[in-house]
C-alpha cells in the first residue's frame, strides 16, 4: 500500500514537473500527444486524435481553418437554428473530400475533419492493403435529417438532425469493384476484411460508429457520428 501511494506520488510528481515545463516554454508536447490541441489533419492518428477532433466543436474557425490547411475545399452551408433539436450550424457543404462521394453533403466542420483523416489514415490503407489499389468513391446513405433515432416518432434527436452524423454503405475501388456492408460484410474474404478493419479505425476517430454487428438497422451501412456520447459497436 505504501509502495502504490509513493509510485502514485511519484507519478503525479512527475507530471506537475512536465506542465511547468511545457507552460514555461522548455519542453514541447508532440502535437499528436495534445488532447487539448488542435489535430493534425496530414498526420498519422495519435491516442488523442479522437478527443482533438471532437473537441473542434468548440472551434469552429480552427476547424475550417484545418480543412483549408489540409487542402480541402468546401461551401459553408447556410446556418439553420436549431430548434427542437434540428439544424445546421458551423457546417459546410462537401461533394468530395480527398475521395469522391456518391453525393454531396452537409456535414459539421468536426464530421469533415474526421472524414479526412479517415479517409486518409483508415479507409485508403486499408484498401491498398487488401486490394492492392485505393478507394475512389465512397458510398453513402446520407448525413443531414430532422428526425429521431431510427425515425422514431418519439425518443431523442440522432445526430443526424445537427449534420453531425453520415452512414456510409459502400465503397469502389480503382477497378470498378464496389465493396458494399450489404453484400460483404459476412461474406469473408478481402471484402470483409476489410470492412472490419475500416469499421475499427473508424473506432479510433468518431465518437459513436454502428455497423452491422450492432443491430439490424445498421445491416447495411456504418453509422459514424461526433455526437457527446462514446459508442462503438
Known sequence: MILAKLIFFLFGLGLGAL??????GFAAIPPAWNPLGPPDLAAETGPFTRLQLAGLRHEPATCFDLLEQAGIRVSPAAERVVENGCGIQNAAYAEKLDIAYSRGFVATCPM????????RQVVQP?????????????????SYSCRN??????G????????????IAAFTLTDGRV?????????????????REVDDGACRLFNVVL????????????HLDMGRFRVCR
Open 211 to 222: 455497423g452491422p454487428d450492432y443491430n439490424a438497422a445498421h445491416r447495411d451501412h456504418f
Open 149 to 154: 433515432i431510427y425515425g422514431r416518432e418519439t
Open 126 to 142: 486499408a484498401a491498398l492493403r487488401h486490394f492492392g489499389m485505393k478507394v475512389i468513391r465512397i458510398g453513402h446513405l446520407g
Open 179 to 195: 465493396v458494399s456492408l450489404a453484400r460483404n460484410w459476412n461474406r469473408g474474404g478481402a471484402g470483409a476484411a476489410f470492412l
Open 112 to 119: 469533415l475533419a474526421a472524414l479526412i483523416v479517415f479517409e
Open 19 to 24: 506542465a511547468v515545463l511545457v507552460w514555461s
Open 156 to 167: 431523442r434527436r440522432s445526430e443526424h438532425a445537427t449534420a453531425n452524423a453520415i452512414d
